[in-house]
């Protein structure tokens, strides 16, 4: 059996960045909308993505 996985998850993001002089520092998280395991039949999973990210920047 093949697994299908969806063509567009669509996320929530919500983004903060600060800088001092040139060196900065970006933080986000998204939360995916697209249940992964919404065509599995017999079991009421829910499989969404959640994402963590942070960069530190330099301005030129």
Known sequence: MKRSIP???????G???AYYHKLGMNTGYAFGLTNYKSERIGAEQEVYSRLFRFVLAWRV
């Open 15 to 17: 983004m903060r960045s």
């Open 7 to 13: 063509d567009v998850d669509f996320r929530l993001r």
